[in-house]
T-cell receptor, first 112, second 114 residues
Framework: GAVVSQHPSRVICKSGTSVKIECRSL??????MFWYRQFPKQSLMLMAT?????????EQGVEKDKFLINHASLTLSTLTVTSAHPEDSSFYIC????????FGSGTRLTVV | AQKITQTQPGMFVQEKEAVTLDCTYD???????LFWYKQPSSGEMIFLIY??????QNATEGRYSLNFQKARKSANLVISASQLGDSAMYFC???????????FGKGTRLHILP
């Protein structure tokens, strides 16, 4: 089946630094990628939709300048958490609408 | 208003018993799709089953079946002969119309007891 490779799986960063999360489609071309955030024991909340070659679409309440999304090619979408703070600590997961919906394995971000 | 409602935050079920996880949804679009995912503690999202709004029959995938009651806007997941490995978080999700994005319910944590 289709695979979305997400890296890193875990990252710990200092407050104020930026972190980049990558989602790469390995055996298909992903023109669209959805980015979700999941706080502990909560549901997946859609943050934004990235589209190859155009600007990302952000959900209401999501700060565009804080969560930078880039979809530079048909196989790579990235989410950069800029100037991360402890409240940004969460589980971030991407999903491509291919073969049903193919999810990455998620990134657990801890900001200290 | 919530689009997807899962009213059971947690459930405890004896191994080998069947279990039903509830999901109700809200949409005015005649074309939609309903999904169930399993999320173990590792965090990965495992696709279980899909039901399209125009599908005439209830979806089944091995031990999973979806009890689709369109008039009630209900899409309950039934797991037959539960196993210890079924212990996980389960999410109901929906896609509406031509929109590709899917929205998740709050989930149900299922505990299978030996």
């Amino acid at each position: 089946g289709a695979v979305v490779s997400q890296h890193p799986s875990r990252v710990i960063c200092k407050s104020g630094t930026s972190v980049k999360i990558e989602c790469r489609s390995l055996d298909f071309q992903a023109t669209t990628m959805f980015w979700y955030r999941q706080f502990p024991k909560q549901s997946l909340m859609l943050m934004a939709t990235s589209n190859e070659g155009s600007k990302a679409t952000y959900e209401q309440g999501v700060e565009k300048d804080k969560f930078l999304i880039n979809h530079a090619s048909l196989t790579l979408s990235t989410l950069t958490v800029t100037s991360a703070h402890p409240e940004d600590s969460s589980f971030y997961i991407c999903s491509a609408p291919y073969d049903g919906y193919t999810f990455g394995s998620g990134t657990r971000l801890t900001v200290v | 208003a919530q689009k997807i409602t899962q009213t059971q935050p947690g459930m405890f079920v004896q191994e080998k018993e069947a279990v039903t996880l509830d999901c109700t949804y809200d949409t005015s679009d005649p074309s939609y799709g309903l999904f169930w995912y399993k999320q173990p503690s590792s965090g990965e999202m495992i696709f279980l089953i899909y039901q399209g709004s125009y599908d005439q029959q209830n979806a089944t995938e091995g031990r999973y079946s979806l009890n689709f009651q369109k008039a009630r806007k209900s899409a309950n997941l039934v797991i037959s002969a539960s196993q210890l490995g079924d212990s996980a978080m389960y999410f109901c999700a929906m896609r509406e119309g031509a929109d590709d994005k899917i929205i998740f319910g709050k989930g149900t944590r299922l505990h299978i007891l030996p």
